[in-house]
């Protein structure tokens, strides 16, 4: 199985500011998502984090709102940027591991609230 | 586009009663299913996933799930609840048939009373 660190586990960000959110994973994966789970709702894709290489993003989220790097196989950051309340959700990192089942693990999520 | 429907955002049990969590999909190519319990103020964990091998599949916790193509159905269960259940479960459909990019349904949130 593969451990996901997620950093901050939450936070309380003024409107307008941005945010960086990190997942470190303690092995190697192909895959790493971004997924954003709004308060009462189900898990929707954001994007999927390339090593070295621009984010694959899914319809109706944009780069310059949501930056992700991925400068290695084990780390990841999404940015949240120029928040508004409708930003508040969960933000969870998602990873497939490169061996065995290749199941899909997820971090603990970060609690974002904007205010 | 691959997409999951889960009847019934609660559903309330007692200890020791049946639990079903009903799950419907509907995919252009056969689909990887699965289904991921979230514990409070927690991440997502595996229950269980069908992957076109058993159409009955086994997970952790004493749940299953039948896989019904006939009924694009995904249905979770467990003979008997425990107050250890109570979570939010979702069911999920994977875009190109593998473990990778998830379409999530809404969830459903599992009480259960003594």
């Known amino acids: 199985s593969a451990v996901i660190s997620q950093k901050p586990s939450r936070d309380i960000c003024q409107r307008g500011t941005s945010l960086t959110i990190q997942c470190q994973v303690d092995s190697q994966v192909t895959m790493m998502f971004w997924y954003r789970q709004q308060p009462g709702q189900s898990l929707t894709l954001i994007a999927t984090a390339n090593q070295g290489s621009e984010a694959t993003y899914e319809s109706g989220f944009v780069i310059d709102k949501f930056p992700i790097s991925r400068p290695n196989l084990t780390f990841s950051t999404l940015t949240v940027s120029n928040m508004s309340p409708e930003d508040s959700s969960i933000y969870l990192c998602?990873?497939?591991?490169?061996?065995?089942?290749?199941?899909?693990?997820f971090g603990q999520g970060t609690r974002l609230t904007v205010v | 586009a691959q997409s999951v429907t889960q009847l019934g955002s609660h559903v309330s049990v007692s200890e020791g009663a049946l639990v079903l969590l009903r799950c419907n999909y509907s995919s252009s190519v056969p689909p990887y299913l699965f289904w991921y319990v979230q514990y409070p103020n927690q991440g997502l964990q595996l229950l269980l996933k069908?992957?076109?091998?058993?159409?009955l599949v086994k997970g952790i916790n004493g749940f299953e799930a039948e896989f019904k193509k006939s009924e694009t159905s995904f249905h979770l269960t467990k003979p008997s609840a425990h107050m250890s259940d109570a979570a939010e479960y979702f069911c999920a459909v994977s875009l190109k048939g593998g473990f990778q990019k998830l379409v999530f349904g809404t969830g459903t949130r599992l009480l259960v009373s003594p």
């Open positions: 069908y992957t076109s091998a058993a159409t």
């Open positions: 998602s990873v497939v591991s490169a061996t065995g089942s290749q199941e899909a693990f």
